[in-house]
RNA sequence: GCCCUCGUAGCUCAAUGGAUAGAGCGCUUGGCUUCGAACCAAGAGGUUGGGGGUUCGAUCCCCUCCGAGGGUACCA
């Protein structure tokens, strides 16, 4: 234990002395600071020794001083008599913190169906897990809850898709389905962003691509002999297509009049592209145009995707956004065969999410689900119209929030709280689902774990609640984190690099699998399995605790399969490694913990005494995670345990060491097996006893 | 424009007002006949983005500038 006190009552002092001998006069306050500032530097340590001097050992172990500090320590066998006692005695219990009647609702992993589960959506459950526990331990009832985006744009879309171009080409096995589904969405969203994107990329070839300006005017006098001549429609097109390009503009689809001059286009500029690169030609750089941010290889890697569908999405493309909108009044009517069809599908995406979370450990005590909530949130809309705190603009309703509150500077902004198609957004489902956690679900506090994109939508939320005079309002957090990145950039379905959960689970278990084969040949099959799941589990967990809420992660997968270092491997492994140890010497925490009477380390190393102090710690870490919403610390606290355990057995035997200290010695490894399976049970992940 | 977050060793990250700013990865070197080497030891690596302020003391709090990312009315 250390004391910083001297720092400040050596500043008094000096002051005090400085201004009795009148050597302020005339200085400014910032002078007298300085001058006070040099003369406290050198007076700390004498202050230190003359305390320490004073002090005495005061019934403590030693009381030194040391660069101005003084350290203080406790008989180290006595202190570690009763905190190896209470660590074994309390079990899995050690750490926890006495009950507090608050009930906390904590809601997490809220995925959507009809869509992949993927590695953002990770980092969101084993957020929501891990916070649960340390709530729990922190002393709080907690309830769990999920939020399934089980209805919503994203679940026409899909559905569209499905009943359109792949009804009936399901997988037989039931397992698979909801997986499949989540790659109908992705072409859904393909097929649906398909015209914007082809000409988003003409837009970009317009304004970075100089060889292809200047080949603008060749391509469409071609198009123009090949089969528009004597069409004077397809002559207007090509003009209108002509002025565009050349003067970088954006091309708008609707003002053409042939649906099919696009796809007749299309591989003139494949030809182009392609040429350009085999005849590289340097044109004069134009002055003021921006550095190309794409090179021509890349060019033509993005024209070639668009390619495998120019003819056939094209021109069906031109009233798919209309048919999704159709089919979305469908929903709003329940139109019984779209009704049927959704109940099943989204039946599929829940049965592969239920797999997910027992495999993470996630399970909940309230499952919420959008479709229940859009009656009660439109009704919530009713109701903040007639009350006059809802209004509606540009056609739909939509709260003013700074205005209702009087404030000058923009803060809230504005919210829409319905479309003006009457059908709901998530905002008018949040709303009600609020009201019903803490009036059907009496909660006390309510914690939702959500990416931090939305921090300013949950103040929306919660305000307009306050609007309406819900005083519980103020008792809604929301917990922000930062997204999941890759090493190449973003996630996103638009450029089909999201990493499914399945397939890096896969990944990181077949490796696990392979470093026991090599490591453990002789463990029994059944154990291999089961261990090689736990750690695999454990170290995908740890690297998305292990970072701090607000800074992002970059996920890699070759990072994610290395066992080595900082990660949960390394930690199950010193666990694993105590439990061997107590396996050997066969005695029991029982036999331990009545053995404490006659505890004597001897000579206490300083590495028992690190160890001991690393123990020590969980309680405080458990109230410290808590107050922060912060399983980080956790993290931290397991890893810095673990690293001390190892220094311990590197540099004292256990068993082979005489009596007392052996048995002294096997105890101090039951009380580290027992912190570093609490901590671990805190992040949610498991304590193998062998690896 | 306005608002939020981040900037620490080559890379990925800790440390939130106190001692000489710590880990991991990578690099160099050493340690398995030993309670399990998924480990340990040693070495190299820092003007904590720049500047100012508050404080006895600042990576941490405040201001400002630079750089990166995100949000900002009918996506969720």
């Not at 066969?586 to 009477?597: Q, R």
Request: net charge negative.
């Amino acid at each position: 234990m250390a004391s910083s006190v001297c720092f400040g009552l050596a500043n008094d002092a000096v002051m005090a002395e400085l201004e009795r001998g009148g050597k302020l006069e005339g200085l400014s306050k910032k002078e007298a600071k300085q001058l006070a500032g040099s003369l406290v530097k050198d007076r700390v340590p004498a202050l230190a020794e003359q305390i320490v001097g004073r002090l005495g050992n005061a019934g403590f172990a030693s009381v030194e001083a040391a660069n101005g500090y003084i350290n203080i320590a406790f008989d180290s066998n006595r202190m570690a008599e009763r905190l190896i006692g209470e660590v074994l005695e309390r079990g899995p219990e050690y750490g926890n913190a006495p009950g507090i009647d608050e009930l906390v609702m904590i809601e997490h992993s809220q995925p959507n169906t009809h869509k992949a589960f993927h590695v953002g959506h990770l980092r969101n459950s084993c957020l929501g897990v891990s916070l649960s526990h340390i709530m729990k331990a922190a002393g709080y009832r907690v309830q769990d809850a999920n939020y399934i985006g089980d209805i919503g744009m994203h679940v026409i879309k899909c559905l569209w898709c499905y009943q359109n171009f792949h009804q009936g080409e399901e997988p037989a096995d039931p397992i698979a389905r909801g997986r499949w589904l989540g790659e109908i969405y992705a072409e859904a969203d393909a097929r649906l962003n398909y015209r914007k994107d082809v000409l988003d990329f003409l837009l970009l070839l317009s304004t970075e691509d100089q060889q292809f300006i200047a080949a603008i005017d060749r391509m469409l006098k071609y198009l123009w002999r090949e089969g528009g001549a004597g069409d004077d429609v397809v002559g207007e097109d090509i003009a209108y297509l002509l002025g565009r390009v050349a003067n970088a503009q954006p091309i708008k689809d609707e003002l053409l009049y042939r649906q099919d001059v696009i796809p007749r286009f299309w591989p003139i500029v494949g030809e182009q592209l392609a040429d350009a690169i085999d005849h590289p030609r340097i044109l004069p750089p134009v002055e003021g145009a921006p550095e190309p941010t794409t090179t021509p290889e890349e060019r033509v890697a993005v024209w070639r995707k668009l390619e495998t569908h120019m003819q056939e999405w094209w021109v069906p493309s031109m009233t798919w956004r209309d048919d999704v909108k159709a089919m979305f009044q469908l929903w709003e009517e329940r139109d019984p065969d779209f009704v049927n069809l959704w109940e099943e599908t989204r039946e599929w995406s829940l049965a592969d999410f239920r797999r997910i979370f027992d495999e993470l450990g996630a399970s909940f005590d309230i499952w919420f689900f959008e479709s229940q909530v859009e009656e009660p949130g439109k009704q919530i809309v009713r109701e903040l119209l007639e009350r006059e705190i809802a209004e509606v603009s540009d056609g739909l309703p939509v709260v003013k929030i700074d205005e209702k509150l009087g404030l000058k500077t923009e803060t809230y902004r504005t919210l829409p709280i319905l479309r003006s198609d009457g059908t709901t957004l998530y905002s008018t489902k949040d709303l009600a689902l609020t009201r019903q956690k803490f009036e059907e679900h009496g909660v006390d506090r309510a914690i939702w774990v959500v990416d931090v994109r939305q921090a300013l939508y949950f103040q929306q939320i919660f305000k307009i609640l306050e609007l309406m005079g819900f005083e519980q309002a103020g008792d809604a957090y929301h917990l922000p984190y930062e997204m999941v990145r890759l090493p190449e950039g973003v996630i996103s379905s638009r450029k089909g690099n999201v990493p499914v959960y399945d397939d890096i689970r896969d990944a990181v278990v077949a490796r696990a699998r392979e470093i026991i084969e090599e490591k453990n040949p002789e463990m029994p099959l059944a154990d291999k399995e089961r261990v090689s799941w736990e750690v695999a589990i454990g170290s995908l967990k740890y690297a998305m605790l292990a970072r701090d809420n607000n800074k992002m992660i970059t996920f890699d997968l070759d990072e994610a399969l290395s066992f080595d270092g900082h990660t949960a491997p390394y930690i199950q492994y010193a666990h694993a490694r105590a439990c061997r140890i107590l396996e050997h010497a066969g005695v029991t925490v029982e036999d331990l913990a009545g053995s404490l009477d006659r505890f004597d380390l001897g000579a206490v190393a300083s590495e028992e005494l690190s160890l001991l102090q690393a123990i020590a710690a969980l309680p405080d870490d458990v109230r410290q995670a808590a107050a922060e919403y912060r399983p980080l610390v956790i993290a931290n606290y397991v890893f810095d345990l673990a690293k001390r355990f190892n220094d311990f057995y590197h540099a004292c035997p256990v068993l082979q060491s005489e009596e007392p200290v052996r048995t002294a010695r096997l105890a101090l490894v039951a009380a580290t097996r027992q912190a570093l399976a609490n901590g671990l049970g805190l992040l949610g992940i498991a304590a193998p006893t062998v690896m």
